[in-house]
């Protein structure tokens, strides 16, 4: 049967460009460069929202366009069933659904090997396409993400640049920190924020030291923090930062966050 459908398709796209033969039919072909469809988040926590999307093109048919025969037939299901099998006939399609279980497997099953979209001229084409399925797996335990905080010259000022700790579309965007820990040769000055609107938390840390969001004194909205900031205490007499330069930046620092599921 899919054979049949991806025939009629094949011949449908001839036709079509049959129409315009007299101004040459333009076909802008291009291979699929990434997966078609996504599951985020991939690694998830207990009650999280996951969501199955795909999208072709800019997801939407061109102003004008008739894309009747274009769109493609994507059918978004799971195992085990967390949702129901729900049909698409359109550019872009999605599914919210709750997270249950330690693994979820999404199918994304299309009607075609290559999607293809009118466009002045003709149509544009995306080949390579096949059915896909993407695995998200609960978080269990603890993981360590490392941080680099590139040297760099504001104007005349030697800063190292903040990091972002993980969120989505890869991580659950309710994994907590549990730890920051100074990974840098020398002693640094680590702010945590984006936990909370105007919530922060500076502290010293020696080589190897850590900060225990558990510990009294830390607000508690600084576990779900999502930037860390981190200067030297000291920058080394080398540095040199001027608005005209020559530069000789401050060196990169390193941190490490341990975080885990509520």
């Known amino acids: ?8 398709f094949r011949y449908c796209a001839i036709a079509a460009c049959a129409t315009i033969v007299a101004n ?40 004008g366009a008739d894309c009747t025969l274009y769109t493609p037939n994507v059918t978004i299901s799971s195992m085990p069933s967390l949702f129901p099998s729900t049909p698409f006939n359109a550019y872009r399609g999605s599914v919210d659904f709750p997270a249950s279980g330690d693994s979820v497997a999404v199918t994304f099953d299309i009607d075609r090997d290559a999607v293809s979209q009118p466009m002045e001229g003709g149509l544009r084409q995306i080949t390579g396409i096949s059915d896909l399925t ?67 938390y500076s502290q010293m840390l020696t080589p190897g030291d850590c900060i225990d969001t558990s510990m009294p004194g830390v607000p508690a909205e600084i576990a779900a923090s999502r930037v860390v900031d981190v200067r030297p205490l000291f920058f080394d007499p080398s540095v040199r930062c001027s608005a005209t330069g020559p530069n000789s930046p401050p060196a990169t620092l390193r941190t490490r966050a341990i975080m885990s599921c509520p």
Not at 26 to 55: H, K, N
Not at 155 to 167: I, K, Q, R, Y
């Open 134 to 200: 993407i695995t998200a797996s609960r978080i269990t335990g603890s993981r360590e993400f490392t941080q680099t905080h590139a040297g760099m010259c504001a104007g005349s000022l030697p800063v190292n640049a903040p990091a972002e700790l993980p969120t989505r579309p890869r991580f659950s965007q309710n994994l907590q920190l549990r730890r920051l820990c100074n990974d840098s040769g020398v002693q640094v000055t680590a702010t945590l924020s984006g936990g909370a609107p105007g919530v922060t």
């Open 1 to 8: 049967m899919r054979i049949l459908e991806h025939k009629l």
């Open 24 to 63: 040459g039919c333009v076909l802008d072909r291009s291979p699929i460069r990434a997966p078609w469809g996504d599951v985020s988040p991939r690694e998830y926590c207990a009650g999280d929202t996951l969501q199955a999307s795909y999208q072709f093109f800019d997801g939407a048919c061109p102003a």
